[in-house]
């Protein structure tokens, strides 16, 4: 189960003073790739990852020329920052996008796959009743939230297994791969309904996080997967959807990420194939 997770938020400035002491010294040679790094929680997990000494962190988005802040940190993270192009909706890519990290890193040791949609202006919209299901919106929702990160898992699986012998990757301290899932993919908790296709995105998400999690424990891999929920949190997708959200409830992403990144540094193999919240609970299925 997750250790040493604290409830207790502390400012950047403190949580990256503490990190130098506790972890400093296991962030070097380890490699990190987040997919779906241009802005919102990857951009902020790539900026968190970074200030770990020796950490190193591959950031991936569909449009590196438009990443301009992605590209502001590749400027001052000494060569500890590399951008690959990598649309999840796209499998060549993702091919490309494993190939290219390959010729890069001997192995790495976490993956996390942020990307996800809510809603494109004029394209897509949450659906608020049966009658707005439309086939191009559960298309489009279903690649990018589902089918996008498993087929990033399966491109950069090799990597990821190669942690065990570069990096020292154990049961309690493996590889780990991280879905940025949602609460509302849960079947149990759903009791208000709407937003069909991006609820049931996360809940297919979930499903074929937990079949690949599965996998890995019956080949003995130390690779420990997991779903993360991260709260309501201030970004583009939420932003049209924040006004019913109590301040208190809705998070920004510095402290969001800290959270998250407090859960994913204390997964160990016991945690393989969970389902957890920003303050480390399980989420029911
Ligand atoms: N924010 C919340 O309150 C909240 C709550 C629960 C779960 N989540 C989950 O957390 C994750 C991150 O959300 P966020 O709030 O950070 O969202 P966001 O600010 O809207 O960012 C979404 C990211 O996904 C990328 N993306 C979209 N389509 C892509 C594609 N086809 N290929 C590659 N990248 C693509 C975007 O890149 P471009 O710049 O190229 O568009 C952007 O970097 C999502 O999985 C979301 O479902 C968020």
Known sequence: MLRGFSRHWRPLAQLQAARR????????????????????LGLEYVRQLLSRSGQRVVGTCRTPEHATELQQLAKTSGGRLTIVRLDVTDEQT??????EVAEQHEHLDLLINVTGILHIPDKI???TALSRVTPEALDMVFKTNAFGPILTAKAF?????????????SSERPA??????ARVGSLADNRLGGWYSYRASKTALNQLTKCMSLEFARKHRKIASILLHPGT???GLSEPYQKNVQPEKLFNRERA????????DSTSMKDNGRYI?????DIPW
């Not at 296991?26 to 987040?34: F, K």
């Open 233 to 235: 949190v201030d970004t």
């Open 94 to 99: 993702i091919q490309a996008a494993a190939e």
């Open 21 to 40: 002491v506790a972890t400093n010294a296991g962030s070097a040679d380890r490699v990190a790739l987040i997919q779906g790094s241009s802005r919102g």
């Open 176 to 181: 780990v791969i991280a879905n940025m899932s």
């Open 277 to 281: 919240a920003w303050d480390g609970q």
């Open 157 to 169: 699986a090799s990597l990821l297994e190669k942690a065990e012998k570069r990096s020292g990757a």
């Open 257 to 264: 990420v800290q959270q998250l990144l407090s859960i994913i």
């Open 125 to 127: 919209s949450p659906e």
